[in-house]
């Protein structure tokens, strides 16, 4: 097995999910290659026919989500542990294509290199999926919803496009970035739907709170935007305030929050592929560990 490839890779599981939705909302944060752990814990709850018919996810969240939705079962692990060292995603000619070190679009579009995504199942107009960008010339949080957004696609690939990496999104003449910076992890937009049961799937463990405060960076970097540099600069309070409001929801019953059971010493540009499927099988033994508890839930 190529050093460039998960050692693991042959032995993560396939297959297609049933078709059998489950009433609630499925909210996943966000986290570039730590999204390694939300696919383990997908792909687990596919086998256990825990599919959600509603799914809204930030950044790696609406990567991992897409692939959720679609019913296939290994198919974001397999791709981000198979192809993190070619250059086409992240590297050299992800740089030419996409004037980025990371290509989201290696993910989002058909490039014949892997197996494509199940546009029939994904579409299903019955499940909603909604992946959140950030309009830069507002600073607001945006929501494509498929189905009722013009491309879906581009909606997810702004979504996960990082700022102070990469380009901006244009949509409609408008441009967009992560929906991190607005909103890193929309559990809101899911209680302002009106759902009962909702389910909060977290890349970091319960307690981690940020720190880093890049306010000065974003000030100067997007002073062409300003709205979107001042929402930006606030991003680390806004993510902290979040994780705290989940927490004192998830004490009270009105969603589960569900994260990692370990620390996750893992970056998000993460290179070493044993550490990111050590992530993924985490997120797939959380699941089942947590198993009962999320049925138990769900059916409450």
């Known amino acids: ?10 032995r993560l599981p396939a297959g297609k999910a049933s078709p ?6 499925l909210v996943l944060e966000g986290g570039a290659f730590r999204g390694l752990y939300t696919q383990g814990f997908l792909d687990a709850m596919m086998t256990e026919d825990l599919n ?3 799914v809204i996810g930030v950044s790696a969240g609406a990567l991992g989500g897409m692939n959720y939705v679609s019913g296939q079962i290994g198919r974001s692990a397999r791709v981000n542990l198979s192809y ?11 740089f030419v294509h996409a004037h980025s070190i990371l290509d989201v679009g290696f993910l989002t579009e058909d490039r014949g290199l892997f197996e494509p995504l199940d546009l029939e199942a994904f579409n299903r107009p019955e499940r909603r999926f909604v992946a959140v960008a950030t309009n830069c010339r507002t600073g607001e949080a945006a929501y494509f919803e498929k189905g009722k957004c013009t491309d879906i696609m581009k909606g997810i690939r702004a979504s996960a496009t990082m700022p102070y990496i990469s380009p901006m999104v244009m949509i409609d003449g408008t441009p967009y970035l992560d929906g991190a910076c607005a909103c890193p992890i929309p559990y809101r937009w899911a209680i302002d739907q009106g759902y009962e049961k909702i389910l909060v799937l977290r890349t970091r463990p319960e307690h981690f709170r940020k720190k880093a405060d890049l306010s000065k960076t974003a000030l100067s970097l997007y002073r062409e935007y300003p709205r979107f540099a001042q929402t930006l600069s606030q991003s680390t309070r806004t993510y902290n305030l979040q994780c705290q409001e989940i927490e004192e929801l998830h004490k009270e019953g009105r969603l589960l929050r569900l994260s990692p059971s370990k620390p996750v010493n893992v ?5 070493d592929l044993e550490k990111l499927g050590w992530l993924y099988h985490l997120g797939w033994n959380d699941c089942m560990a947590r198993l009962q508890a999320i049925k138990a839930y769900l059916k409450g």
């Open 1 to 10: 097995m190529s050093k460039n490839v998960y050692s693991g890779i042959n």
């Open 20 to 25: 059998t939705l489950t009433k609630g909302c």
């Open 52 to 54: 959600l018919d509603c």
């Open 84 to 94: 993190r060292h070619d250059s086409r995603y992240v590297g050299a000619e992800a």
């Open 267 to 271: 970056s998000r540009i993460e290179g």
